[in-house]
């Protein structure tokens, strides 16, 4: 019991969880459904999904982390323009378009910035049509946003009692000095990073499945409690079942943020024909826990078990009740 009861008092100190809980902030300041067109578009995904004629647009945003920025201001491009490609895939989607807002301190850091995004714009086939820049000799900042399509969703919201969650993620990789960033996407080529990305709109039309989000900087753990948290649902989960890359411990697998790394919650009936889809492209999915009817989310591992979180303390506070 020692180790785990280390290991989560470790893991509530994570700079990736404690920002998600800086969202309340945001979700106390707006409505619970904001309305486009007539039609409610839930707070709390990866990306809001607004209803169209041919299904749904989605729209996101992200911001690179500043620390990121002033180290390897090349990397930041290529990452914001990544978090935001998985953020429309988690959604069942698949992006238009991308617009940058930079602030940069000087034209050698604008260029590497650039060079970045347009790399990784290139490599997801997705084109920079636009933005703003600003050159200010205080400080360099980055924002971009992405317009995407889904014909049907992948949502947080929809976790229920019963559902299988899982992991979806490569084990093939490094993770960044200084950076809890798993890299397991630079090495691929356009071809496989796009065929890869296309599980994800796959598993929604195919109805294999409806739930999913990806992981981000609030790593497995903290991603799972943000999607059990607005679908208002607990879970038991097994970390003896969650795998890890060779040479990497299990409390710094659960902390890293992704390249390509999902979670999802899956029918028990469905499980076998998703587990199947990755398969075929190598991808690693495996089951790590049961959805339940209860507001406690609760870890086992080495023989211990411990409740990590309980819903009715707002992880982001974006729950429907």
């Known amino acids: 019991m020692s180790w785990l009861n280390d290991f989560v008092a470790d893991w509530m100190e994570t700079s990736g969880l404690q920002e998600k809980q800086d969202i309340q902030t945001v979700a106390s300041s707006l409505p619970i459904s904001p309305v486009v067109n007539g039609q409610p578009v839930l707070l709390g995904d990866d990306a809001a999904a607004i209803p169209s004629n041919e299904g749904y647009l989605l729209l996101a945003a992200e911001g690179v982390w500043p620390p990121l920025l002033r180290a390897d201001p090349q990397l930041a491009g290529r990452c914001c323009v990544l978090t935001n490609v998985s953020d429309i895939y988690a959604m069942g989607g698949r992006p238009t378009a991308v617009v940058d807002v930079l602030f940069a301190t000087d034209d050698e850091v604008a260029s590497k910035v650039l060079k970045g995004m347009q790399e990784n714009a290139e490599r997801f086939g997705v084109p920079i049509v636009g933005g703003h820049f600003t050159k200010n000799r205080d ?45 397991c996407s630079s090495r691929c080529s356009p071809e496989e990073l796009r065929e890869e990305l296309e599980c994800l709109p796959f598993l929604a039309e195919a109805e294999l499945c409806d739930t999913a989000k990806d992981v981000s900087m ?104």
Not at 153 to 165: C, I, M, V
Not at 293 to 298: H, P, Q, R
């Open 139 to 183: 400080t360099s900042a980055l924002a971009v946003a992405i317009l995407g399509q889904a014909k049907k969703l992948l949502t947080s919201h929809t976790a229920r009692p019963g559902d299988q969650l899982m992991l979806v993620c490569k084990l093939e990789g490094n993770i960044r000095d200084g950076f809890n960033f798993w890299d």
């Open 218 to 321: 609030a790593g497995i753990l903290g991603t799972t409690i943000m999607m059990l948290e607005t679908s208002e649902y607990g879970a038991e989960i097994d970390l003896d079942e969650i795998p890890c890359p060779l040479g990497v411990g299990l409390e710094q697998w659960l902390k890293v943020f992704h390249s390509y790394g999902f979670i999802l919650s899956v029918r028990p009936e469905q499980v076998r024909d998703v587990m199947n889809v990755f398969e075929k492209k190598e991808i690693c999915c495996v089951p790590y826990g049961r959805v339940i009817e209860d507001s406690t989310i609760t870890v086992w591992g080495r023989g211990a078990s411990k409740v990590i979180w309980d819903l009715k303390t707002p992880l982001m506070g974006f729950a429907q009740s």
